[in-house]
């Protein structure tokens, strides 16, 4: 049974950083794309950053690029999203998502609090 489990999540000062952590079972983030979505109050779930498979490249929205970074860890089955230079506009749910031909996965959430 796949199942994400998202860690990490806290209250920060704008400008500082955080690490996100999904742990996963049932399936290894090294066979599979894995991604973060995020989603604020009163708004849509939005991708945050998605690491491939395939070749390991790594992809990000706009409005974290060069801030943020997803790592895996194939050994210890895990998934990671680095935050620095945190802004209040950041703060949100932050989820970790799976998509398989048959169902797609989320994790329960972690909350991102980023202070002024």
């Known amino acids: 049974e796949v199942q994400l489990v998202e860690s990490g999540g806290g209250l920060v000062q704008a400008g500082g950083s955080l690490r996100l952590s999904c742990a996963a079972s049932?399936?290894?983030?090294?066979?599979?794309?894995v991604a973060w979505f995020r989603q604020a109050p009163g708004k849509e779930r939005e991708g945050v950053s998605c690491?491939?498979?395939?070749?390991?490249?790594?992809n990000y929205a706009d409005s974290v690029k060069g801030r943020f970074t997803i790592t895996r860890d194939a050994a210890k089955n895990m998934v990671y999203l680095h935050m620095s230079s945190l802004k209040p506009e950041d703060t949100a749910v932050y989820y970790c998502?799976?998509?398989?031909?048959?169902?797609?996965?989320w994790g329960q959430g972690t909350q991102v609090t980023v202070s002024s």
């Open positions: 049932g399936f290894s983030v090294d066979d599979y794309a």
């Open positions: 998502y799976l998509n398989q031909i048959y169902t797609a996965y």
């Open positions: 690491i491939w498979n395939s070749d390991n490249s790594r």
